[in-house]
């Protein structure tokens, strides 16, 4: 963040400060208000659970250690496995055992969220085991809402598929990480480009993932996308009434992204060639954006990934396909009991002009093909390390040589997806996930006739 932007965020603080009634008090389980006015709005009207105990930011010096355990479950909703994150918490100050018990839940200011499983002291530090907790066993009357637009230069962590990561540079001036994973070698480039017609944030954006002969090191297979991409507006309304959810709002505005996929291929011996982009996911505390204390620790997420495959059983070839598309819309999710409504309004979109070709093939009775997926941005809502909801926009294309009749057929499509997870909110509703709109154009070549 540059000098002037903490300057503006440390007089805005300054002056709330003196105007705000009601506060969060050090390790209150006290009602609170906290509104902030102007471009960016936020609610934090909070009655937490008898049982509920606020590590406040001045005390988490105490907190010296963390240590996370990964263990595999069952989705009671869906029957499929999972992975949970538990937190053992270790602090330098034993006097904190006065104000927990087993059972109940420790907010960590802005980190965690746990229900505590055990309590135990040694020498001069106590250990806190811990336990995922819903937001309704800790809130007992509560409405948390939003109205911002996330702010790149506020960004709070980068992951990698959920691994924490270090940028070569910070977004201050734009970010761009490389890396290698498998066989393959990536390189993720974001530059502020300034702001919309609208008015809303917009990024420059290039992606690009080699393929690597393990054999010889040379490329085998190259899938870029280049464009821009808009940070939507974001608002979320979560309201609870007697330790249950009552209502779950949310919705992006202006979600839009212009962009050109390309891809190369060779192949010598034939078979297919897959390459994937590794989830990445820029965190927002919606804390930062406000520059207010809020608890429980609230992102916004905002993240990208693409994935490809060419399929060409032949002796030698080489393929190649490129499309500009673009996507913007408005979209959501609304939960007022017991249904979730979702809602996708498409604004404006174009398929483009594609251009692709397979080459230098040895014909074989097997279709040859290339298809690959983009999703950017995908904006998700994450509430004490659990993601609830997510929206995203896609853009695919399917290319297909079918032989030996030459026929080539080719999908450009857009579309929004979301899904969502009232889990960590506590309310069983089962899980949901998949396309929520979509549009598609098809083209054939005369040969398929």
């Known amino acids: 963040m540059t000098n002037l932007k903490k300057l503006l965020w440390a007089t805005c603080f300054a002056l709330f400060s003196l105007l705000t009634i009601n506060s969060c008090s050090e390790d209150s389980t006290k009602p609170n208000n906290i509104i902030v006015f102007g471009e960016n709005m936020v609610s934090y009207d909070v009655e937490y659970s008898d049982h509920t105990f ?7 010096k105490s907190l010296i250690r963390v240590d ?7 989705d009671p909703n869906t029957g499929d496995e999972i992975t949970v994150k538990y937190f053992d918490f270790t602090f330098d100050d034993v006097s904190l ?3 927990l018990e087993n059972g109940g839940i420790i907010i960590i200011h802005g980190d965690y969220m746990s229900k505590i499983k055990n309590i135990s002291k040694s020498g001069g530090t106590l250990k806190v085991e811990t336990e995922p907790a819903t937001l309704k066993e800790a809130v007992k009357n509560g409405k948390i809402e939003w109205h911002i637009t996330p702010d790149l230069g506020l960004i709070d962590k980068i992951e990698i598929n959920g ?7 910070t977004l201050d001036d734009g970010y761009e990480y490389e890396f290698e994973w498998l066989d393959r070698k990536y390189k ?129 070839s080489f393929a190649t396909a490129k499309v500009k598309l673009i996507l913007d819309s408005d979209t959501g999710f609304e939960y007022e009991g017991p249904t979730v409504n979702a809602s996708a309004k498409i604004n404006e979109y174009d398929l483009g002009e594609a251009a ?11 279709p040859l093909e290339v298809r690959y997926d983009i999703s950017c ?7 004490a390390g659990q993601e609830f909801a997510w929206l995203a926009g896609v853009f695919s294309c399917r290319n297909k040589l079918i032989v030996p009749s030459l026929c080539k057929a080719a999908l450009y499509q857009v579309r929004i997806d979301g899904g969502y997870s009232f ?3 506590g309310y069983s509703l089962a899980e949901n996930s998949g396309a929520i709109t979509e549009v598609s154009r098809q083209e054939t070549s005369p040969e398929c006739e």
């Open 188 to 316: 993720i480039w974001m530059n502020p480009k300034g702001t919309s017609a609208n008015g809303l944030p917009e990024l420059q954006v290039n992606l690009t993932c080699q393929k690597i002969d393990s054999d010889n090191g040379r490329v085998t297979a190259t899938l870029g996308a280049k464009g821009t991409t808009r940070l939507p507006r974001q608002n979320t309304l979560i309201e609870i009434k007697d330790n249950d959810m009552t209502t779950m709002n949310t919705s992006n505005k202006s979600l839009r992204s212009e962009l050109t996929l390309e891809y190369v291929a060779e192949m010598t011996f034939g078979g297919t060639q897959v390459i994937t982009l590794p989830n990445i996911t820029l965190k927002i505390p919606v804390q930062s954006l406000t520059a207010v204390p809020i608890p429980i620790p609230m992102y916004i997420n905002v993240g990208v990934a693409f994935s490809t495959t060419i399929n060409m059983p032949v002796v030698t």
């Open 377 to 383: 941005p995908r904006v998700g809502i994450e509430l």
């Open 423 to 425: 889990s960590v909110l």
């Open 54 to 60: 606020v590590l406040s930011e001045n005390r988490k």
């Open 163 to 169: 691994k924490d990561v270090k940028a070569n540079r």
């Open 356 to 366: 692709w070709d397979i080459g230098a093939i040895t014909l074989a009775p097997t």
């Open 68 to 74: 996370t355990n990964k263990v595999t479950e069952i």
């Open 97 to 99: 055992a006065d104000s």
